[in-house]
């Protein structure tokens, strides 16, 4: 028979092209392209729309200062070593949101194809499983702060520098006429990685059993292997020794301050050390149940489940396909149809003890200072250390359950396809998340388009979520302060729940107000503040005013914290073009209804009736109206005052039915225009009795 082109007698041979796909499907550069896909889907698909979190804000605060004297005395009280990080790539990659998140994604990549690459070279005929361990750590349920890019950016370069480490140790047992000088490098990257932060110092420990099981084979005994093994670790002591001798012994925290990252208290360890171990020991088996167990339950959660919510539907499909296409590659990875058992149980032996002692000592820097991964809002970072451990774990236990490789693609592809669509709805929630910070900072600048220094923000919460106490000082100084010092932060927001008896004495004026953080300092008084409300979804940004005491829309402890808002602290106009949210958030967003009703309230402040009536003819052109009819009360109080009662009026009617417990407000309202009637004669009187009458006010 001739064979021509994979032709046979003129008919395609179809063992022929899954040969050639096999075949290619093999090559070296196709496990890196499906971890980058598998990441971008996970991650990146709506890269463009994220911003910054959390403590995102509080590096772009530093790095609006422009002095890295006051970004390393910042970083002086806990990690000073970490500020080289954002000293080396502020300057390439700005406060631009985008580029921090692919910078930041780039990084979890690069560590995670080092990992891969050097498992393979340890374990080479274990590709397939070490392909599944690190695309599980690609999409790790446990980790939801990937899009928290600048802060994770050390984190990150950290775990890229530990993994190029390994793979320089790989590489100087493959190259052995080079071993000097990679094992040169490996040991500086360990100890660049170590001095950047401390979650994956524990991690080292995964070094001595790398080389043990690639040596291991080549002396016949194992106690020489053993010696070996020793001998061309300590190279990588040197580093590990000089990190602990820095961390415990050089480094000081700033006088009168504690290290916020400081180990176990040691006076109740010396009280009750039984005490105190049986509490550590518990605190690390709930942490390793969690991430082992739930982390990957909690990926299907019953109400989560909206067959309604596009963003559900979107995560389980990218899953799937990302999970379908990953088990494929995987899947061509050359297999021994019987391996022997021996070798096995060896690889099963190596990779549970490898993956004990990772969780323990990637965990250790985090138990260690009394933390817990299951306690508190931001704790799933302490997931990073123990992860690689969690992984491999689970890898080799599904190994275990004796499933011939199509069956385990399946249990691993459905395991990998639930996390991507977890992170994918979690990456939305951080979406809509800054769709919310844009609003609120474009609505609070066009209401107040400049303060005067030493001005507090008074709140009852948060205004929105994703975000620590400090964040929205951070982000306000970003944008109304472009000449800030350290010493003088001329602008702070205080939630008044926390801070009242402490920061806040009391809500009445002519009280000193302070907050001191690190080597930052604001000082301000109750009687130089505004009140910002914003209910997302609801209303639009409201500066409140002691009048907004029977508003319907705010708690009886805002209203209390109306009482201290002193809309003097605004200015009319921003005397400096640097002053804008649009560095940040990007081109001011088209003008909806909130624009209007923020410019009205500001135009109200200054009497400018003139420019409220313009504003409101702008905004019935296009159509536009309120969700609340508070939003109203601008406009009201700006037709009054140009004469035209009847229609204040019928705005008031509006206002009315559209929010209930409207009556009290309205009722004030009129009362304070009582005033302005008095030189608009009868007619004005007239429309007053009306409204009064309707809205039965005493």
């Known amino acids: 028979m001739r064979h021509i082109n994979g032709r046979e007698g003129g008919a395609l041979n179809p063992r022929s092209l899954s040969d050639r796909l096999n075949d290619w499907l093999r090559k070296p550069w196709v496990f890196p392209v499906m971890l980058g896909i598998c990441m971008v889907f996970a991650y990146g698909l709506q890269i463009n729309l994220l911003g910054f979190y959390w403590d995102d804000w509080e590096d772009i605060f530093l790095y609006r200062l422009n002095s890295p004297v006051e970004f390393l005395k910042y970083f002086m009280y806990d990690r000073p070593t970490t500020v080289w990080v954002y000293l080396a790539f502020f300057p390439l990659l700005g406060d631009d949101p985008l580029k921090w998140q692919i910078f930041n994604l780039l990084l979890r990549y690069l560590s995670l194809l080092g990992l891969w690459w050097t498992l393979c070279q340890v374990w080479p005929k274990r590709c397939y499983e070490t392909g599944w361990l690190v695309l599980l750590l690609a999409v790790f349920p446990g980790f939801f702060q ?75 005994k194992k106690s020489r292997a053993f010696w070996k093994t020793l001998q061309w670790w300590i190279p990588y002591l040197i580093p590990l020794i000089g990190f602990f001798t820095w961390r415990f012994l050089i480094f000081q925290t700033v006088p009168g301050t504690e290290d916020p990252n400081g180990v176990v208290n040691m006076t109740l360890l010396r009280q009750d050390p039984a005490g105190m171990v049986l509490h550590l020991i518990q605190n690390v088996i709930q942490d390793c149940l969690y991430m082992l167990v739930f982390i990957w339950t909690n990926t299907i959660e019953a109400d989560e489940i909206d067959l309604a919510s596009k963003a559900v539907w979107f995560g389980w499909v990218m899953g799937a396909f990302a999970a379908i296409s990953a088990g494929i590659v995987l899947s061509r990875e050359k297999e021994e149809i019987e391996p022997e058992p021996k070798e096995k149980k060896r690889f099963v032996r190596d990779w549970l003890f490898l993956g004990g002692i990772s969780v323990l000592a990637g965990g250790l820097p985090v138990w260690i200072t009394e933390r817990q991964v299951i306690v508190g809002q931001w704790s799933d970072r302490f997931t990073l250390g123990p992860m690689i451990g969690i992984a491999m774990i689970l890898v080799t236990l599904i190994s275990l359950l004796g ?35 844009r609003d609120y900072y474009w609505q609070f600048f066009w209401r107040v388009p400049a303060m005067k220094p030493g001005t507090a923000l008074f709140g009852t919460k948060m205004p929105f979520g994703l975000i620590g106490d400090y964040s929205v000082s951070y982000a306000i100084n970003s944008i109304y302060a472009p000449d800030m010092t350290a010493q003088h932060i001329p602008y702070w927001f205080f939630s008044s729940m926390r801070a009242y008896g402490n920061d806040i004495p009391d809500f009445i004026p002519g009280l000193p107000v302070s907050y001191t953080i690190r080597n930052l300092k604001f000082t301000g008084s109750t009687s130089n503040g505004i009140v910002p409300n914003y209910k997302a979804g609801q209303a639009c940004v409201r500066i409140l005013r002691p009048e907004d005491e029977f508003s319907p829309l705010i708690s009886s402890s805002e209203a209390r914290l109306a009482q201290i808002s002193n809309l003097e602290q605004i200015l009319r106009e921003n005397p400096d073009p640097r002053i804008s949210p649009e560095s940040i958030f990007g081109p001011e967003p088209e003008h909806n209804w909130c624009y209007y009703y923020e410019k009205a309230d500001l135009a109200r402040q200054f009497g400018d009736w003139a420019e409220i009536a313009s504003l409101k003819d702008q905004a019935e052109e296009k159509g536009l109206s309120p969700a609340v009819g508070m939003e109203y009360e601008p406009f009201i109080e700006g037709l009054a005052q140009n004469g035209d009662w009847e229609e204040a009026y019928k705005v008031s009617v509006k206002a009315n039915e559209l929010t209930e417990n409207m009556g009290k407000t309205l009722c004030a309202d009129w009362k304070r225009l009582e005033t302005a009637a008095e030189k608009s004669g009868a007619q004005a009187g007239k429309w007053i009795e009306k409204i009064r009458t309707e809205l039965q006010c005493e």
């Not at 990937?146 to 100087?172: D, E, K, M, N, P």
């Not at 399946?410 to 977890?422: F, K, R």
Request: with cysteine; net charge positive; glycine share 2%.
């Open 146 to 220: 990937q899009t928290i890019a600048v802060t994770y950016s050390r984190h990150f370069i950290a775990l890229a520098l530990f993994s190029l480490s390994l793979v320089l140790t790989t590489l100087s047992f493959r190259y052995p006429r080079r071993y000097g000088w990679l094992t040169l490098l490996a040991a500086i990257c360990s100890f660049a990685q170590m001095m950047t932060i401390e979650y994956f110092v524990g991690l080292e420990i995964i070094r001595p059993v790398l080389i043990w099981v690639l040596i291991r084979d080549t002396f016949p």
């Open 403 to 437: 499933y011939r490789r199509l069956q385990k693609t399946v249990v691993l592809g459905l395991l990998m396809a639930l996390a991507i669509s977890t992170q994918i709805r979690t990456v939305n929630r951080y979406r809509l998340n800054w769709d919310i910070q």
